[in-house]
């Protein structure tokens, strides 16, 4: 495999000034790349106001990558991808809150950048000053890396600095992306990174487990729960995250989701041949030669879905012959075993068909049951657009906070996963007198996988998990402010509606199927031969069977 770059202003007088700077990657290392190819300036200047006119102190900005890390010989075809990813156009987040303020969509917005695409009225003004400083097109302007980083490009997750840096000392590029790269963005929202990690976001401090509560950098409240089981192995997000679901396919719109459990679990993993790697695929292997495995028959394991490389994972054999699947951490380096997917009872019964893996082993997920969102003309807010002050403040209160199991309803493709409370809210729209109420689910997964999975109980004889409502939650200080906590009413004809138009609650005749499973786990433990084929057992009962 040949890693290929085009060599661009060697020769250039920076390091007659800057000759002390160390902590490049061998791969960025201005002795050989120059520092103009990516901080731009005149490199063939000898005095320091003329050097430094054009500087571009943040390289990797979406502003200038056409310049830096686009240009012809460096990373062009990966900047072309990142620019129709989900991370850079939020093309997603802006078509959902749009509906939900029930406005028009604008026609052939996709070739604008964000701040082209935002008005200041509505959704836009909401999207502005509480949502897009997430977005990759985000400026950044301070050096340093801290937990509420946000945005700046490609540097967002490619730049780590030294924890305790030298004055002489420079953030060095990489791609060991580690997770304090994700949190600034995904500890909001799903709160995935949180999650993770097994913090809940919570209103109060329960005064009898005082030591399961803490403070993040921001000041939001956290309590201590469950972590994921990946994350207490060691595992960072790219160990599972592949570049194509974070960095784009160049198709926008495209679903970011390439990775799924089985990829890795399952007993035959998927593989391709080293001559099918893409360009990019053999970049990286030759970025991480101690994390690139290929079998004997000069195959790499891939994902299902796309067959993106995933080239630290293999089998392997132990000195004592026993077959091994082994993962070697992107970041860390350290070598997990996998445990396989079992076939069993639980995973192979009749209408378990459907159910995606955080349908039972989610342990919990965060969700939010009140939610009031209204416009104050008469105060400013921080447009994260114009980086200052605007008139105009968007409020936003909560109540109704919990972590617990989520309920379960039907994604896009089908499939049976967990749903939390997306858009369970009461919009005051500026200019308009009446309330606008919304009771929407989004499916949600909620990275808090356990071992064990939810018990029998916690989905055949429970209203929670098939998202009934079974009472209504008010505001403390706003008892006017009422939403219901769940989803359907109990018996309700329609699904119920989620912040993905395809997706929905269970429907009624899956509830009643459901919940004729239960009738019978009273008597019937989990390991009975009934289930095997419920509905054919159950086909033969006499009509004065108990619960029947």
Not at 32 to 40: D, K
Not at 113 to 126: H, I, N, P, R, T
Not at 189 to 197: K, P, Q, T
Not at 366 to 375: D, F, K, W
């Amino acid at each position: 495999m040949i890693l290929g770059f085009q060599v661009i202003h060697a020769e250039e007088g920076c390091l007659g000034c800057h000759q002390e700077r160390k902590g490049f990657s061998i791969f960025h290392d201005p002795r050989q790349l120059g520092c103009s190819s990516c901080h731009l300036g005149n490199p063939e200047a000898s005095e320091e106001n003329l050097a430094h006119r054009g500087l571009e102190a943040f390289p990797g900005r979406m502003g200038s990558l056409d310049q830096t890390c686009g240009r012809s010989g460096c990373h062009e075809a990966q900047v072309l991808r990142v620019r129709f990813s989900v991370m850079h156009t939020v093309d997603g987040m802006l078509e959902t809150t749009r509906r939900i303020f029930g406005e028009e969509q604008p026609i052939d917005q996709h070739h604008l950048e964000l701040s082209k695409k935002l008005d200041q009225s509505g959704a836009d003004s909401y999207l502005r000053k509480l949502c897009v400083s997430c977005h990759l097109g985000n400026e950044k302007r301070k050096h340093g890396q801290s937990l509420k980083a946000r945005g700046g490009g490609c540097v967002a997750c490619h730049l780590e600095y030294p924890q305790k840096p030298e004055k002489t000392e420079h953030p060095r590029l990489t791609v060991e992306v580690d997770n304090l790269r994700c949190f600034g963005c995904h500890s909001r929202s799903g709160r995935i990174s949180l999650n993770y990690l097994g913090l809940a976001e919570v209103e109060e401090v329960d005064p009898e487990r005082i030591q399961d509560f803490g403070r993040l950098p921001d000041r939001r409240l956290v309590e201590r729960k469950a972590a994921d089981l990946h994350s207490l192995a060691g595992m960072a997000c790219i160990d599972c995250h592949t570049s194509r679901e974070l960095m784009g396919n160049g198709i926008r719109d495209e679903s970011g989701i390439d990775i799924q459990c089985l990829d890795c679990h399952r007993a035959e993993l998927a593989k391709k041949p080293l001559n099918r790697l893409t360009p990019e695929e053999n970049l990286y292997a030759a970025l991480q030669p101690g994390r690139f495995f290929y079998s004997d028959s000069a195959e790499v394991t891939v994902t299902r879905r796309h067959g993106s490389a995933l080239y630290h994972v293999r089998e392997s054999v132990s000195p004592l012959g026993k077959k091994r699947r082994l993962l070697t951490g992107k970041v860390s380096g350290k070598e997990l075993e996998i445990p396989l997917f079992k076939q069993g009872l639980h995973h192979n019964l009749n209408g378990h068909e459907r159910l995606t893996c955080d349908s039972c082993h989610a342990a919990w997920a965060p969700q939010c049951y009140g939610c009031h969102i209204r416009y104050d003309a008469n105060q400013k807010q921080w447009d994260h657009l114009l980086d200052r002050k605007t008139p105009g403040r968007w409020i936003e209160s909560r109540w109704a906070v919990e972590a617990s199991l989520p309920a379960l309803g039907v994604d896009e493709s089908g499939r049976i996963t967990t749903f939390v409370p997306g858009m369970n809210l009461i919009l005051e729209k500026p200019g308009i007198n009446e309330k606008v109420r919304h009771q929407l689910f989004s499916a949600l997964s909620p990275h808090t996988a356990r071992l064990d999975g939810r018990s029998c109980n916690g989905c055949h004889q429970s209203d929670s998990a098939l998202g009934i409502i079974h009472e209504h939650v008010t505001h403390p200080d706003h008892p006017e402010w009422i939403l219901p906590r769940g989803w359907i009413d109990e018996g309700q004809k329609t699904p119920g509606a989620s912040s993905h138009p395809e997706a929905r609650s269970l429907n009624v005749y899956e509830i009643q199927k459901i919940r004729r499973v239960g009738d019978c786990l009273s008597c019937h433990a989990k390991e009975d031969v009934i289930y095997q084929d419920f509905k054919s057992w159950r086909s033969t009962l006499p009509v004065n069977h108990p619960s029947y």
